[in-house]
């Protein structure tokens, strides 16, 4: 099972990540833990889930090509391909699964992620094209929405926020990406596990807040000034001031826009871990913001290895207060 508070994405967003995630026992390929998106998609409970062969939920009526998924995860440590699961209805659905090799625990695993068929491969290049156009017409939709969503919140406007929000989430709806709260404070099991850290502590209370957006850093600032007391915040708005000022000051909890121009969010997480890596530092908790796909802020936050979480862009007021507040409370009891 995989235990609040090591450090590897899927402890920050395993239970509340929008695709069905499994995890297998590399030895057995039983599965040792769904999240609830997994729950949902195959139509069964956990206790049925657990301790179940992954094998036991292919079709046996369309086998897929198990020997040469198989080589692949050993070769690469990583494979996919387009099978049919068996669902606990009795039913059957086709599903993209793809499997990445990963030490979870300090126990290795394999991260099976399950999907709708992938329509790039079925579509070849036109497919990709097209894709390449939807992601950047929401672009085009998402980043001016934003900055609207700011000027609205400063103001305090209500005869606009209610048509703002309403277009917010259709288009979250429209792009399947709703908002992806940060994990739960650690429980009392988990510290049995834990050793003494002897890592300089970040500065208590000292945020860092990263956008090449004016206004979306003026908004953060003053929202969480009004709403979270008690705190020290500062703001950046690129990477490479963000990497400066947090050499100075050691923040406790940074929140990073992922989309920027010379250094995006991926390098800042990158550095920062380095930076404290080479001062013995203890790392902060990142809290990422990006108007596109949370698959690619996985990416990063997987090969970042810091303690993170992810919130969709545009966010209001009432779920970025509630994400900083958990993060915080998170950082103090690690």
């Not at 769904?34 to 206790?47: G, P």
């Not at 998402?142 to 609207?148: A, V």
């Not at 001031?241 to 920027?260: G, N, Q, S, V, Y």
């Not at 779920?319 to 998170?330: C, F, K, N, T, Y």
Request: proline content about 6%; charged content about 25%.
């Amino acid at each position: 099972m995989l235990k609040t508070g090591e450090s590897n994405c899927y402890d920050s967003i395993f239970h509340h990540y929008v695709d069905p995630i499994l995890v297998l026992d590399t030895r057995t390929g039983c599965i040792r833990d769904a999240n609830l998106a997994a729950i949902r998609f195959l139509e069964r409970d956990m206790e049925t889930l657990v301790g179940r062969p992954f094998s036991s939920l292919l079709s046996r009526e369309r086998p897929p090509d198990a020997a040469a998924f198989s080589e692949s995860l050993r070769a690469e440590g990583r494979a996919e391909d387009d099978w049919t699961l068996h669902l606990g209805s009795g039913k059957e659905s086709r599903s993209h699964v793809m499997a990445q090799f990963m030490e979870m625990g300090g126990t290795p695993g394999y991260v099976v992620t399950l999907r709708p068929p992938s329509i790039l491969r079925e579509g070849g290049a036109a497919a990709i094209e097209a894709q390449a156009r939807i992601d950047a017409l929401y672009g085009e939709i998402n980043d001016p929405l934003q900055e609207i969503l700011s000027w609205i919140e400063l103001q305090g406007n209500p005869r606009l926020q209610k048509p703002a929000q309403r277009l917010t989430e259709t288009l979250r709806t429209l792009r399947g990406d709703g908002f992806l709260p940060p994990p739960s404070p650690l429980d009392a099991e988990t510290y049995r596990y834990r050793t003494f850290d002897r890592r300089t502590p970040c500065s208590e209370n000292k945020v860092l807040i990263v956008d090449d957006e004016t206004n979306i850093r003026n908004l953060f600032n003053n929202i969480l000034r009004l709403n979270v007391p008690d705190l020290s915040l500062e703001m950046a708005e690129n990477g490479r001031r963000a990497i400066h000022a947090f050499e100075e000051t050691h923040h406790c909890l940074i929140i990073l826009d992922m989309k920027m121009p010379a250094m995006d969010g991926q390098k800042v997480l990158q550095q920062l871990r380095e930076l404290c890596r080479l001062k013995h530092w203890q790392t902060p908790a990142v809290l990422l913001c990006s108007g596109y796909d949370s698959r690619h802020v996985a990416e990063a936050m997987t090969q970042s290895k810091m303690r993170c979480a992810f919130v969709q862009k545009p966010i209001g007021k009432r779920d970025l207060v509630h994400a900083v507040e958990e993060m915080l409370q998170r950082h103090m009891s690690s």
